[in-house]
């Protein structure tokens, strides 16, 4: 059977570009560590290029980029563990960076925020050879990288290497799903649970802000404190939008609340939103259902198109 199709080319070719390294690192032990970033762009047909020098795409200009950052409690997992849920933002126009960052067994805090802010610069620092746009950056991450996204978001001149020096490390809108942005108040929540008998860990040290922060555990709260992005709200803090569930007993909806009123008093309430999302657990299907990733293009639409 033979079947002609005229499908158009709405759609624009979308490439995928993995283990691009953009920063070198040491744990603690200083024992060096390549970070590298995937990145997924729309930057033509690629495979056309490589085998016969041509190319059938015409270029739509500089993308925005966004940076993903993902969760798993600080401790480390595969950069591109969420690419594929995330493509619909590659398919609305937006070229995505999927990084590595430093997990909580490899260096403590705040060596996490020193890598995204790392990743955001290099981006910038080779925008013209992926065809992005250094003017138009954003970031969204997940639980851990919730709160590191929060930290981006604030855009604060701290924690700030020598990697890539002369290009800015600030973002223009951050999205933060199910973050817990307030550290201390996720520190209370994981001492209560702790007191629990048949909890899945015994000492502070064990739980993820404990690992993630090291050090002496009577201290602990004091140093979360310092570490919680929320507390470092100003006017330079882009416009954020955070998503949470109301049945999350991981980072209880309460961290996200406390969060969203920060920014309210900071006089920053016309540029937050809080996405409550009804039976949603901790990173549950409920928040990645396409009704909620419409939400996510909007928001990135208003602030970085």
């Known amino acids: 059977?033979?079947?002609?199709?005229?499908?158009?080319?709405?759609?624009?070719?979308?490439?995928?570009?993995?283990?691009?390294?953009?920063?070198?690192?040491?744990?603690?032990?200083?024992?060096?560590?390549?970070?590298?970033?995937?990145?997924?762009?729309?930057?033509?047909?690629?495979?056309?290029?490589?085998?016969?020098?041509?190319?059938?795409?015409?270029s739509t200009g500089k993308q925005p980029v966004i940076v993903w950052i993902n969760g798993a409690g600080f401790r480390g997992c595969d950069k591109n563990l969420m690419a594929a849920e995330m493509m619909f933002l590659a398919e609305h126009g937006y070229a995505l960076a999927?990084?590595?960052?430093?997990?909580?067994?490899?260096?403590?805090?705040?060596?996490?925020?020193?890598?995204?802010?790392?990743?955001?610069?290099?981006?910038?620092?080779?925008?013209?050879?992926?065809?992005?746009?250094?003017?138009?950056?954003?970031?969204?991450?997940?639980?851990?990288?919730?709160?590191?996204?929060?930290?981006?978001?604030?855009?604060?001149?701290?924690?700030?290497?020598?990697?890539?020096?002369?290009?800015?490390?600030?973002?223009?809108?951050?999205?933060?799903?199910?973050?817990?942005?307030?550290?201390?108040?996720?520190?209370?929540?994981?001492?209560?649970?702790?007191?629990q008998p048949g909890y899945r860990w015994s000492k502070m040290e064990q739980t993820h802000e404990g690992l993630l922060m090291g050090g002496d555990m009577k201290t602990l709260r004091e140093r979360c404190e310092k570490a919680s992005p929320d507390n470092y709200v100003s006017k330079n803090t882009c416009p954020i939008a955070i998503f949470h569930g109301d049945e999350d007993t991981i980072v209880p909806l309460e961290n996200s609340e406390h969060y969203y009123q920060k920014l309210v008093e900071a006089g920053l309430e016309d540029q937050s939103m809080l996405y409550v999302i009804r039976h949603g657990g901790h990173g549950t299907r409920e928040l990645f259902q396409n009704s909620v990733k419409e939400y996510i293009v909007q928001f990135f639409d208003k602030y970085l198109k």
């Not at 560590?33 to 490589?50: A, P, T, W």
């Not at 992005?132 to 954003?138: A, I, M, Q």
């Open 1 to 58: 059977m033979r079947i002609v199709l005229d499908p158009g080319k709405e759609k624009r070719s979308i490439n995928f570009i993995d283990n691009i390294p953009f920063s070198h690192v040491k744990d603690m032990n200083g024992n060096e560590i390549v970070l590298y970033m995937s990145l997924c762009v729309q930057n033509g047909n690629s495979e056309m290029r490589l085998a016969s020098g041509i190319d059938d795409e015409v």
């Open 98 to 195: 999927f990084i590595d960052y430093r997990s909580s067994y490899q260096a403590k805090y705040p060596a996490q925020v020193e890598d995204c802010k790392t990743a955001v610069r290099f981006l910038r620092a080779h925008a013209d050879k992926y065809n992005l746009d250094p003017e138009r950056v954003g970031a969204i991450g997940r639980s851990a990288g919730g709160y590191l996204t929060a930290y981006l978001a604030n855009n604060g001149e701290d924690h700030i290497t020598d990697e890539w020096n002369g290009y800015s490390s600030k973002i223009k809108a951050a999205v933060d799903l199910f973050g817990p942005v307030d550290l201390a108040m996720f520190n209370d929540y994981s001492a209560k649970l702790i007191a």
